[in-house]
């Protein structure tokens, strides 16, 4: 079992940064990688970005060159840096962790309950 808290939400104008984060808590060990998704109003849920327990990154073509994942493995802990951040922005961002298993082929997913960010105009 892995348990998933996200903070760092909030309302920013456009243009300013914020910082999210996941604290990790449970089975930490059978994860393989960890990502932040969103899900705007009226929207589907997409993906923000992803990194791999080997340091791979992987990003959405709107957040990139904006946007940046890391992690703090002492603290069991991702983040999601947000600069120049647009209106469009705006949505319920959530964590997640993947379990993705060879024997036999299977993803397991573990998420968040979610934080709002707001961008205004």
């Keep these: 079992q892995v348990q998933l808290v996200e ?5 920013v104008q ?6 999210l984060s996941c604290a990790a808590s449970g089975s930490i060990a059978s994860i393989n990688a960890m990502g932040w998704y969103r899900q705007a109003p009226g929207k589907q849920r997409e993906l923000v970005a992803t990194v791999t327990n080997g ?5 959405a073509d709107s957040v990139k060159g904006r946007f940046t994942i890391s992690r ?4 069991n802990t991702v983040y999601l840096q947000m600069n ?6 705006t949505a319920v961002y959530y964590c997640n962790a993947a379990n993705m298993l060879t024997i036999p ?13 707001t ?3």
């Design 72 to 75: 703090d493995n002492a603290k």
């Design 105 to 117: 082929l299977k993803r397991y997913d573990y998420w968040g309950q979610g934080t709002q960010v």
């Design 119 to 121: 961008v205004s105009s």
């Design 14 to 19: 456009a243009g300013g940064s914020l910082r």
């Design 7 to 11: 903070s760092g939400g909030g309302l």
């Design 55 to 59: 340091g791979s990154t992987n990003y």
């Design 84 to 89: 120049s951040l647009k209106p469009e922005d």
